[in-house]
T-cell receptor
């Protein structure tokens, strides 16, 4: 069990560019979550998947954001036409179906800086 | 709308001291509550999870309590060490039937333990 992994760990991009992040959950965890965290704040929920189905999206997830989990394994989060306000840490978490507690296990995050 | 508040925002204590971190939430209809630790620039590490039917959970020098009716949880750290220095985050899973959905986080308490 290697834990939740995220790639890349750091991304610097210019305003207006598109970026894509990848999350690999713990194997056999069927739920996968995306959160965004800005400096000095707690993480804010963006969206979550059960297998390949996207079950909930936050109003924070504007039209420029899209998330996919095509085969129910890894997930990607794409931000189109990035803005400086998108600079944040993007965190991915996964949880198992069978635990009953739905405890979430977090990855190391991808830090995005938009210049 | 569920809101989670953590007080104080920052805390500095000498090594060896016992300390309490506070978390409050506005809606008592929660499925469970998790305490996390976050080191600077890193992801989140789950410390303790308390189901809504439980009053407390213990792990080593950590003890977390839950009083759902008053909307409060506390994290007690015994005999603090410099290695405990980190940001501690409280998160609730809202809705008594929220099986596996999002977490709502407080803004965190930044703890510094001085040698």
């Amino acid at each position: 069990d290697t834990g939740v992994s995220q790639d890349p760990r750091h991304k610097i991009t210019k305003r207006g560019q598109n970026v894509t992040f990848r999350c690999d959950p713990i194997s056999e965890h069927n739920r996968l979550y995306w959160y965004r965290q800005t400096l000095g704040q707690g993480p804010e929920f963006l969206t979550y998947f059960q297998n390949e189905a996207q079950l909930e999206k936050s109003r924070l997830l504007s039209d420029r954001f899209s998330a996919e989990r095509p085969k129910g394994s890894f997930s990607t989060l794409e931000i189109q036409r990035t803005e400086q306000g998108d600079s944040a840490m993007y965190l991915c978490a996964s949880s198992p179906w069978t635990s009953g507690t739905y405890e979430q296990y977090f990855g190391p995050g991808t830090r995005l800086t938009v210049t | 709308k569920q809101e989670v508040t953590q007080i104080p925002a920052a805390l500095s204590v000498p090594e060896g001291e016992n300390l309490v971190l506070n978390c409050s939430f506005t809606d008592s209809a929660i499925y469970n509550l998790q305490w996390f630790r976050q080191d600077p620039g890193k992801g989140l590490t789950s410390l303790l999870l308390i189901q809504s039917s439980q009053r407390e959970q213990t792990s080593g020098r950590l003890n977390a309590s839950l009083d759902k009716s008053s909307g409060r949880s506390t994290l007690y750290i015994a005999a603090s060490q410099p290695g405990d220095s980190a940001t501690y985050l409280c998160a609730v899973r809202p809705g008594i039937y929220n099986q596996g959905g999002k977490l709502i986080f407080g803004q965190g308490t930044e703890l510094s333990v001085k040698p």
